[in-house]
């Protein structure tokens, strides 16, 4: 521990662009445990010890080694990965509850039920998938959080829309004149949904560790490593810029089934009041 307070600490003396870094804006891809250089080289072996062996370090203060310390101490701890965790999953509870299917109302109780399990269930399995990444190589470590995101939209969306699952949502026949609701039409909704949802995180996920993989071999993202975070980060809004409206289009707004997949009691009905229907229509939501 010692070792990384001092090794942190005097980067931050000796490089202001490390220290702002270090203050807040490291990327996750660092491991503070290792040295910052590259140890299967003797330049970078040689660049560690120097900066281990460095004489100023004996001029640091204990205020200054105690709040170096700290920022190895507060890098990503647990506590911030579930509030984050959770913050992320409350957004994405409040976007899968406003793009429902269905005009049937919540009550406060039943709202606050879907919540609480929406998100407490997404942000295990987030948490638990993530964890992973400490025991597999890099490469395949950077595919779990899509593994994470898509286990949290297989739990997310249907718990916020459960209400849907028990008492359906409306069909219509081709005119829009309301037939009935139906839950097996929820079901069908929903996985339309949460399969768009994971394709669209998809290739915001699957293509940047691949590129990253390969440019952090290079020269460019060794000498400016800080650059490594903006870059993935645009290359992840470029693909999504794509990814949202294409994936959102994958499936119909208004979707459709055949009849005798209803619920027989209102197979039964419609084939009283319209004999001659075939298909039904309803809002899958987004």
Known sequence: MYGNIVNLKSACLSDPLQSRKMSGELPPNINIKEPRWDQSTFIGRAKHFFTVTDPRNILLTN?????????????????????????????????????????????????????????????????????????????????????????????????????????????????????????NAAKQAITQVVVSRILMAAPGMAIPPFIMNTLEKKAFLKRFPWMSAPVQVGIVGF??????????????????????????????????????????YFNKGL
């Not at 709202?111 to 987030?126: I, Q, R």
């Not at 948490?127 to 990444?133: C, D, H, R, S, V």
């Not at 309301?178 to 839950?183: D, T, Y």
């Not at 707004?253 to 009691?265: C, F, G, P, Y």
């Open 63 to 183: 205020e200054q080694l105690e709040a170096a310390r700290k920022v190895v101490h507060d890098y990503r701890t647990t506590p911030a990965v579930l509030f984050w965790q959770w913050i992320n999953q409350s957004f994405n509870a409040v976007v899968n509850y406003t793009n429902r299917s269905g005009d049937a109302p919540l009550t406060v109780n039943e709202l606050g039920t879907a919540y609480v399990s929406a998100t407490t269930g997404a942000v295990a399995t987030a948490l638990g998938l993530n964890a992973l990444t400490k025991h597999v190589s890099p490469l395949i470590g950077r595919f779990v959080p899509f593994a994470a995101v898509a286990a949290a939209n297989c739990i997310n969306i249907p718990l916020m829309r459960q209400r849907e699952l028990k008492v359906g949502i409306p069909v219509t026949d081709e005119n829009g004149d309301r037939l009935g609701e139906s839950a």
């Open 239 to 280: 693909c999504l810029v794509f990814a949202t409206p294409l994936c959102c289009a994958l499936f119909p707004q208004k979707s459709s089934m055949s009849v005798t997949s209803l619920e027989a009691e209102l197979q039964a009905r419609i084939r009283e009041t319209h004999p001659e229907l075939r298909r039904v």
